[in-house]
């Protein structure tokens, strides 16, 4: 079964660090751009950042250059999202998703729908 498994959401304080993982399962990773998307009750889903899992090229909104990282771990099969100085705007279902046919330009990576599957997401919840 063809799968990506998010973990590493929880409750963190302002400006604090969390780091997320996307492990893929069933499926090898390297031909696909793995995005990060985030939503939060009444919003549309919102590109955080994605990365080519082959060559590492990564994009990231404006909004969250700086403060977000996305990184993988080829051997492990698994893309990380690593967040510095949250603030509670950061408070969202965090999910992970695959494109099999894009690569990581703000085209691909700012709209949910080319990616054609996702994780379960992880909750992080940023208040002190």
């Known amino acids: 079964q063809v799968q990506l498994v998010e973990s590493g959401g929880g409750l963190v304080q302002p400006g604090g660090s969390l780091r997320l993982s996307c492990a893929g399962s069933?499926?090898?990773?390297?031909?696909?751009?793995i995005g990060w998307f985030r939503q939060v009750p009444g919003k549309e889903r919102e590109g955080v950042s994605c990365?080519?899992?082959?060559?590492?090229?990564?994009y990231y909104p404006d909004s969250m250059e700086g403060r977000f990282t996305i990184s993988r771990d080829h051997a492990k099969n698994t893309v990380y999202l690593q967040m510095h100085s949250v603030n509670p705007e950061d408070t969202a279902v965090y999910y992970c998703?695959?494109?099999?046919?894009?690569?990581?330009?703000?085209?691909?990576?700012?709209?949910?729908?080319?990616?054609?599957?996702w994780g379960q997401g992880t909750q992080v919840t940023v208040s002190s």
């Open positions: 998703a695959g494109n099999r046919f894009g690569t990581a330009t703000k085209a691909i990576c700012t709209d949910p729908a080319p990616f054609g599957f």
């Open positions: 069933g499926v090898t990773l390297d031909y696909y751009v």
């Open positions: 990365i080519n899992f082959s060559d590492e090229v990564a």
